[in-house]
């Protein structure tokens, strides 16, 4: 099994900046795929990034230009630099993780999630 602590959200106004990160443990190895994910209340859950085994990313149209996914191996820890917020990116920011799939982008189909961290962007 393979558990997944995202932290570092929070409440920002617009044009500001969060870094959020995502802790992985158990059985977790660097042959990996690993993704951000975003919900609101009422609406299905959107892709955000992917980074995969190669350092290869992918990024929501939405968030180009804006948010950084990176990630270090030797801390099993996954990272979303998020700049220039906006309100529309307000949701409950999901850390996934993969160890079957590569090259799939923002389509992998994950097999592991965490709880999520909430990021809230006021006007």
């Known amino acids: 099994q393979v558990q997944l602590v995202e932290s570092g959200g929070g409440s920002v106004q617009a044009g500001g900046s969060l870094r959020l990160s995502c802790a992985a443990s158990?059985?977790?190895?660097?042959?990996?795929?690993m993704g951000w994910f975003r919900q609101v209340p009422g609406k299905a859950r959107e892709g955000v990034a992917v980074?995969?085994?190669?350092?290869?990313?992918d990024y929501a149209d939405s968030v180009k230009g804006r948010f950084t996914i990176s990630k270090d191996n030797s801390k099993n820890t996954l990272y979303l630099q998020m700049n220039s917020l906006k309100p529309e990116d307000t949701g409950m920011y999901y850390c996934?993780?993969?160890?079957?799939?590569?090259?799939?982008?923002?389509?992998?189909?994950?097999?592991?999630w965490g709880q999520g961290t909430q990021v809230t962007v006021s006007s």
């Open positions: 980074i995969d085994r190669d350092i290869n990313t």
């Open positions: 996934a993780a993969d160890f079957r799939h590569s090259g799939y982008g923002l389509g992998t189909p994950f097999d592991y």
């Open positions: 158990g059985y977790f190895h660097s042959n990996n795929c």
